[in-house]
Each structure stands twice: as C-alpha cells, then as structure tokens.
C-alpha cells in the first residue's frame, strides 16, 4: 500500500482543475479565536483584520502590535562559499556584513528588473538565512537553489520556521517581560540580530519589521510559534499590545514609503526607477543584473515612483491610471490607500521623469472619475 | 448581526425604509463589518435628480476598499445626507441611523415589496458569509 499512495495522489492532483486547498500557519486557531478575518493570500489563510484596520494600524503605532508573517520564506545557504553566492545573486554587498547582520537587498535577473525583495542574514560565514516574499517563495527556490548547486548546500527552511512580527515603540518593554535573556534584546542594534530565549522558546529575534516602528522579527519553530503569541499578547495587553492583520501591515508600511512586491516592484520595474537604488551597489565586482543596471544608471530615467497625496476626494488603488493635468494617461498607481496616522489619502505610483518634482499636480483616474494629486516627499510618516 | 425587522434590504447589502412614497436608503451592519473603516462616502447624485434601480449613485471608501452603493429603486432624489462628508464614520457608528445616505421620492413605492424582508435578508448574509 505505502508504495502506491504516492502514484493515487499524483493521479488525483493532475486530474483535479481546483487550485490547491489554503494552508494554514501554526496561529491559526488563535487568529479565529481573536475573531479575524481570514482571507486567502498567497497560498496561505492569513488575518486580514481582528478589531479594525485602523484601530490596529494606531495600536502599532502608539503601543504595540503583534502579527503572524509565517507564511513568508526562509531559505537557509551553508557551506564555505555560502556567502558568495547569496552576494551574486543580491544586488546590495553582502560581503561586508559581520556575523548577526541582516541587510535589506532586491535580487533582479539579467534584464535588471526585480525578481524579489529580500532581508539576508548572515548569522555565520558559512551560514546565511534569506527571507523572501510568500509570493516568491516558489521563483526564490529555485533561483537560490540552482545557484547553489556544486558551490554550497541549500535548504528550504519555510515550513519548519514561523515568523512573528512583534513592532511598536513598546515592543521592548514587552519583551523586557517575557523572561530569559529577552530583556537584553534592546541592545540589538538596528538590522541585528541573535538567538534568544523568549517566553521559554528558543528563538532567533532580529531587529527588523515593515512598519516604520521600532521592533522585532522573531523567528521559531513552526509548532513554538502559539506558546510565544500567546505569552506575547498576554504580557502586552496591559502594554496596549493587540494582534495586527495584513490590512494593518498594508497601511503601516505604506506611510513608511516600504515597498510591496507585487504592487510597487516587480518583474517589469527596476531597483533604480523604483527608489531602490540605495540597495543597488554597482560597485560590487559581480552580481546578476548588473551590465543592465549600469545601462539604466547611464541614462536619465524614463519614470520614478514617486509619492503622492490625494487632494481631491478620492483614494487611489492600485492599477488605477494617473493622468497628467491634461488628462493624458502618463502613469500609474502601485499602491494607495487612506494613511491612518498622516490622516491623509496616500499613494505611490509610477510617473513620468518630468513630473517627479515634489509639489507637481497631476490626477488620479479613480474609475473614471479625475481626483486631484500631488507629488510629496517621503516617506509620508517618519517616527520621531 | 444586527438586521433590524420593519426594514427591507437588496443583495447589495443596502437597507430601505419607506415612509409614504419616501424610500431612505443606507448600508447594513454586515457591509460595514465587511468594509472596515469608512474614510469616505462619494454620493455622485444631487437633490432633484432621478436616479434608476440598480444603478449606481455613489461610491463608499474604506481602508482597504472601494463599494458601489446602487439605487435600490428608480425615483428622484429628495435628501442627501450631507453629514457623510465631513463624518463617514457615521457609516461605522450608527449603519442604521445617523449613517443613512439618500432619500428617493419612489415612482413605485411597491417596488420595495420585492426586496427582502430580514428573515431573507439574514439568510442571504449567511449565504454572503460563506
């Protein structure tokens, strides 16, 4: 029997048309108990909201918030010339980092546009972790694994590691409570990180998130994960800590100018047009992408994505086209939304090179109907 | 779930009060679970203009999203609930009351006859849930 269950799935998967079922994190019990919203996203059932967006998004913002990432990537390269491969590959200088550095990078394709965003970490010269976007994860696989083949060992770690993002300006003081050494993780230092014990889980915590607040990104083994949320949102209730959804996420790195793949970066955009270009290191003797990044580092750029506000009544959406005052269509909006704590209507879109200054008026076609925009400088929220 | 009974509601999750000819029209309680935050509600119809069942007569943002609000039946327009201009949030405190939206003075006040009463309406949502 054992021998032909296999061939019986493989059978039924290849006649079956239906997409393959969702899955589910390690929280998922705990999301439904808190009463979210599921929805489907990249593959995964995931929070989109529990109380409100907005009353999350505050919450991050004033106190603390703590959300599920583990439907995102972990890739694991090992071996002597582990390093070297994930520096060809990125386009930032991973050859600089020390152990217990993390390093935000694209990694593009020959064309030089952007096949993923990732964080990497070296956490030893001959071991390095590389997080990558849940709508990647398939692509991300098979780039870092082809490279690595006869150079180092490659690992897909993703179903083995969940990913807890716990982030506001008392993220800490929650920490502080959660026993072990956990009070000491304050003196990470920005893109750090180390492995800890936190609420008696062995745990790697690094000092990184995608909210614009001060925090941490903890990861843990998949079946730890709902011993650490449930310590964690009982230590920072008191705190102001709630459980925060994908909706939240959107609004908070939104306002921070943090870029999402899918909407303002992709396969078709490039690092530099994108305002990547600082994580873009020419000067790196090898990587892939860069005879073509030089070529478009040599010539004016054809557009920028900018950031914008919506003056007019109206929100802009992603895909909706942004006109010039003339009501020609020069551009496009990636991302969009209302910005809970700029208490302004925002968005980020691709525009022509000559209608990039702060201050240029232009209009964003929401359905049809012309709503008036203009350029501002970013990120539209900073913390002080 | 709040469906309060005496009103009539559409698919499209809107509630109707008639009062004579005087249809009110707003969004039910499980649209704005479904919406989230509303930031703003877009009435693209003015007092005095007629406006057709089904057809769309302004728009409701949210955080996330964007919703059509469709006329539930064909009149002119005798009230707009201005407030929602400067307070959508009306829309999240209070769907029922303080958030309705427009008033139609009905050509066919009947025509409410045909949309659900709660106890249809309560199964549609649970179908809508789903």
Known sequence: MADTAPRLDYAARVMSDSPPPLRRTSLYDRHVKAGARMVPFTGFEMPVQYTGIVDEHQAVRTACGIFDVSHMGELEMRGEYAGQVVDYLITNDASKLVDGQALYTCACNEQGTILDDLIIYRAAQDRWLIVCNASNHDKMVAVFEKAAKDHCEFEDRTDATALIALQGPKAFEVLALAGGDAAKLVELKSFHFRDAVVANVRCTVARTGYTG??????????????????????LGQPLGLKPAGLGARDTLRLESRLSLYGNDIDETTNPIEAGLGWVVKLDKPMFVGK?????????????????????????????????????????ICTSGSPGPTVGKSI??????????????????????KNVEAVVVKTPFYKRS | MNIPAGLKYTKDHEWTKLDGSRVTVGITAFAVEQLGDITLVNLDVKVGDEIAAGKAFGTIESVKTLSDLFAPVSGKVVEINKELDAKPELVNDDAYGKGWMVVIEATEPRAIDQLLDEAAYAEHVKASAH
């Not at chain 1, 607040?213 to 009982?234: H, K, M, S």
């Not at chain 1, 580092?297 to 802009?316: D, H, I, M, N, Y």
């Not at chain 1, 702060?358 to 359905?367: A, H, N, P, W, Y």
Request: charged fraction near 25%.
């Open chain 1, 213 to 234: 607040e001060d925090g941490v990104e903890i990861f843990c083994a998949w079946n730890d994960a709902p011993a650490l949320w449930d310590q964690l949102v009982t």
């Open chain 1, 291 to 331: 005879a073509a990044l030089e070529k478009v580092k040599a010539s004016p750029l054809p557009r920028k994505l900018v950031g914008f506000e919506v003056t007019g009544r109206g929100v802009a959406r992603h895909g909706y086209p942004l006109r010039d005052m003339d009501g020609n269509e020069v551009g």
């Open chain 1, 347 to 368: 968005g980020l879109g691709y525009l022509p090179a000559a209608m990039t200054a702060i201050g240029t008026k232009f209009l964003v076609d929401c359905r049809g």
